[in-house]
């Protein structure tokens, strides 16, 4: 673990990897240090934001370093079920590249359980992980310009939701109805950090 001030009002901690990620978030989520205004957890960093006016760096720094990380951080959030049409326009070369068929794509997708690591590229977006798991799926070479809402792709080692149409460059693998990010509704987004997806077949 590495603590950096991130100009004069946020503290950047860099970690080995995502599950220390979630670890560090859901402990520190659960129990936010006095002063800290948000939590952002990103691939490999959680970024925590001061109120100066109430605390400093190097108080929050001390906390962080106290702070024990929950090794059970995949399994306490929040379960959200997603149905997903599985006919997206890059399922088959998906499985393929994942040594399977597109039936075989679909259980393995469907039956594991996701974790939102972290947020971000557009408001709602996931990247979710799932524990264990050997996704390795390359990004397209050549973007889209457009991506309906609510299509589900992989890219590396994560699955997303793409919550409104918008470029991009991950392999579609389905659809979902639902509205992931949704400003009319509290909370406007469904995947947040440490929120666990099950995405079932519709």
Known sequence: MRLLPSGSSALLVELD????????????AAAPPE??????????TVLLVVDPGRTTLAEVADTVRRTSPRADARSTGEVIE????????DLAECAELLGTDPDGLVRRHADAEWTVAFCGFAPGFGYLTQ??????????????????PGSVALAGEFSGVYPRESPGGWQLIGR????????DREPAALLRPGVRVRFVPA
């Open 131 to 148: 524990s264990g798991g050997s996704w390795d799926v390359p990004r397209r070479p050549t973007p889209r310009t457009k991506v309906p």
């Open 176 to 183: 979902t109805d639902v509205a992931v990010f949704d400003l």
């Open 82 to 89: 997603l149905p997903v049409h599985y006919d997206g326009a």
């Open 35 to 44: 002063g800290v205004l948000d939590i952002v957890p990103a691939a490999r």
């Open 17 to 28: 990897g995502l599950d220390d990620v979630l670890a560090l978030y859901a402990a520190l």
